[in-house]
């Protein structure tokens, strides 16, 4: 339950300058080459900061032209805003004694340009991809199987119990027993039903799960108390940690909780389960049961709603973490291609 994730995965700018002089985006040196016939397709239309969108030329459609018609705008529009004319012309040294020797440095450029242009349509295509796996929304997944989807639902309320778990009204509604399989879904509602008994053994003084929790001295016909005995039972649990949570941390667990699945009958439990029900007793079962007896009933005891929720956060932890790998080569390569570039001319 206190596991959070700390990461979330970052989109590169693309607009930066660094040491070389040479801007990072390779658009805008792109244009900044290109004559002014070019530069003009990418103008202003003269409504405000709108420019000219991709139009086919002859009836035909160039998909290259189509696909970086935007990346070109923006570059443009970058060009426009210089303070002081040329000023990325002169900072990446781009100026030419002769007509030749500027088109001998185009036509070395255009591999250049086209690596540069490849690595920025996949830096976009894993931003959007990755849009979703921030640490914000995998928290909000974490947060859903432990106590519920409920709006806020950031502590185990009864309400947020009641509601998030099959609207159960009744111990056995939530943990089950051999005529109906429990309708727990979140890892509050399990704390509940595997670790915390009822008045009728010993006043609810039975310590199933942790040797310093606290007394739960009600009934277990109703869910009186759910909340304050879940709230105690979590106290206990070690204080979240700040660090990146790895896939790993999240799966172990969740695979060493379903191992634990015992069968009895036509039924399968987790806890202590002895006849009849999870309703709190040692002479039932303090557990949580599901009926086993169709296909139906021995699926969801295997696809426990939140358990299924920790695997797909850890599949989105495994996604993040490839996401920012690339990122992080991507952003070594355009460097490479930029210094390539930036020396290219020296070459010449």
């Not at 310590?207 to 879940?230: F, I, R, S, W």
Request: hydrophobic share 30%; with cysteine; proline share 3%.
């Amino acid at each position: 339950i206190n596991h959070s994730t700390q990461t979330s995965v970052s989109r590169p700018s693309q607009n930066s300058t660094g040491n070389s002089g040479l801007p990072a985006n390779p658009e805008v040196t792109h244009v900044l080459l290109c004559n002014p016939e070019w530069r003009n397709k990418f103008g202003k239309t003269g409504e405000g900061d709108a420019r000219h969108q991709y139009k086919p030329e002859d009836g035909k459609e160039d998909g290259l032209h189509m696909k970086r018609w935007a990346n070109w705008a923006d570059a443009e529009a970058e060009l426009e805003r210089e303070s002081q004319p040329k000023q990325t012309l002169k900072a990446a040294q781009l100026k030419f004694s002769t007509k030749f020797q500027r088109l001998q440095y185009l036509v070395s450029l255009q591999p250049l340009a086209e690596q540069a242009a490849a690595a920025v349509g996949e830096l976009q295509t894993i931003q959007e991809s990755s849009a979703k796996l921030t640490a914000t929304e995998l928290k909000k997944e974490l947060k859903a199987a432990a106590f519920g989807a409920v709006d806020k639902a950031t502590q185990p309320t009864e309400a947020n119990i009641k509601i998030s778990n099959g609207a159960a009204t009744t111990r056995k509604n939530l943990c089950g027993d051999t005529t109906a399989s429990a309708k727990a879904q979140t890892i509050a509602a399990f704390i509940y039903c595997i670790c915390i008994g009822e008045q009728t053994d010993g006043g609810g003084n039975v310590k199933y799960c942790e040797n310093t929790q606290a007394d739960n001295n009600n009934p277990g016909k109703g869910l009186t108390g759910v909340e304050k005995a879940t709230k105690n039972l979590i106290s206990k649990c070690p204080d979240s940690s700040q660090e990146e949570i790895s896939s790993a941390e999240l799966l172990t667990p969740a695979a060493q909780f379903q191992a634990k699945i015992k069968t009895k009958n036509q039924g399968t439990y987790f806890g202590t389960f002895t006849a009849n029900d999870c309703g709190g007793v040692s002479s039932s079962g303090v557990c949580v049961y599901y009926k086993a007896t169709t296909k139906a009933e021995q699926k969801a005891a295997r696809d426990i709603p939140w358990l299924q929720s920790i695997k797909q956060v850890a599949t989105k932890v495994q996604q993040q973490q490839a996401a920012r790998h690339r990122i992080n080569g991507l952003r070594r390569l355009m460097a490479a291609i930029k210094g390539e570039a930036f020396n290219l001319k020296q070459e010449l």
